[in-house]
């Protein structure tokens, strides 16, 4: 059973920065894509950054420019560094995968890590 163990987060000032971090236990799997989404409270569920497959990535518009999603090639992981946060970036932040295991697709959530950011 594959989990996704999430860290980082916390409360931080407009203008500061936080890293978020996500490891994939288990093995073998093969990585199809992962990365970061966020959850406002009365909001769905948005894309912030994802590989979409070999190094390709894909950002939201809001995030352009401050957030920086990386990965580890050792180890199903990625990070997401995120810079001068603002207080619309508040919101629960959830990591995510797919990942292959005998050509068959799984996806997978973290529990989810709040990220606060105060005015």
């Known amino acids: 059973q594959v989990q996704l163990v999430e860290s980082g987060g916390g409360l931080v000032q407009a203008g500061g920065s936080l890293r978020l971090s996500c490891v994939a236990s288990?093995?073998?799997?093969?990585?199809?894509?992962m990365g970061w989404y966020r959850e406002a409270p009365g909001q769905q569920r948005e894309l912030v950054a994802v590989?979409?497959?070999?190094?390709?990535?894909n950002y939201a518009d809001s995030v352009k420019g401050r957030f920086t999603i990386s990965r580890d090639s050792n180890k199903i992981s990625v990070a997401l560094q995120m810079n001068d946060l603002r207080p619309e970036d508040t919101a629960v932040y959830y990591c995510?995968?797919?990942?292959?295991?005998?050509?068959?697709?799984?996806?997978?959530w973290g529990r989810g890590i709040q990220v606060t950011v105060s005015s």
């Open positions: 995510n995968a797919v990942l292959v295991r005998w050509n068959q697709p799984y996806n997978y």
């Open positions: 288990g093995s073998s799997y093969r990585l199809d894509r």
């Open positions: 590989y979409t497959g070999g190094d390709s990535t």
